[in-house]
């Protein structure tokens, strides 16, 4: 059974910070890694999708990285603004999608 | 891309009674998914609808409690059934679409049981 780890569960920054964001997951066997947000009350917004054959993706001030021999995924945020701050989730595909618990951001102005 | 509706947005139930959520997709998938998230964690799948198939359920999960309806390419329903406060949650609909199958979600629909 996949198993999604998320570390931190919760960050708060002052704004123009990096944000590092990991996920951590089981079984390598991957099909795909997908990064999303949530904001409170709202559905699930797609960030980065990334190939279990890509090293990496980028988007913008987004880029997220991906180790499938080791299970280990990261979400990088350049220059944390206060609209950045939301709940940022992995979830690892196989036969189907897995959740990590998530990581709650709080960029501070 | 895919664009994804869901109706009801929210809604609060007696316990005992029953909802049906419905999920609209602006193109034609051939699997449907349904997820939970409870209050303060993260998504849970329900079950996988396929046109013309039963649904395949999650370990902990069952047709008679969440019945699921998926009549076309386009359209799925999931039931709520005999509710109880356990149930409240947020439901979601989800597909993959596009360029390496991107995951997409519906708004979600909010479910208060009292």
């Known amino acids: 059974k996949q198993e999604v780890t998320q570390i931190p569960a919760a960050l708060s920054v002052p704004e123009g910070e990096n944000l590092v964001l990991n996920c951590s997951f089981t079984?390598?066997?991957?099909?795909?890694l997908q990064w999303f947000r949530q904001d409170p009350g709202k559905g699930l917004t797609s960030l980065l999708l990334?190939?279990?054959?890509?090293r990496e993706q980028t988007s913008g001030r987004l880029n997220a990285s991906l180790d499938k021999s080791s299970g280990r995924s990261t979400l990088y945020i350049a220059a944390s603004q206060p609209g950045d701050s939301a709940t940022y989730l992995c979830a690892v595909r196989d036969y189907k999608l897995s959740f990590g618990a998530g990581t709650t951001v709080t960029v501070r102005a | 891309s895919a664009v994804i509706s869901q109706k009801p947005s929210r809604d609060i139930c007696q316990r005992g009674t029953s909802l049906t959520i419905q999920c609209q997709v602006d193109s034609q998938v051939t699997m449907m998914f349904w997820y939970r998230q409870q209050p303060g964690q993260s998504l849970t799948l329900i079950a996988t609808a396929n046109q013309g198939s039963e649904a395949t359920y999650e370990s902990g999960f069952v047709i008679d409690k969440f019945p699921i309806s998926r009549p076309n390419l386009t359209f799925s329903t999931l039931t709520v059934s005999n509710m109880s406060p356990e149930d409240s949650s947020i439901y979601l609909c989800s597909v993959f679409s596009g360029v390496g199958e991107t995951q997409y979600f519906g708004p979600g629909t909010r479910l208060l049981v009292l």
């Open positions: 990334i190939q279990s054959s890509q």
């Open positions: 079984d390598s066997a991957i099909y795909n």
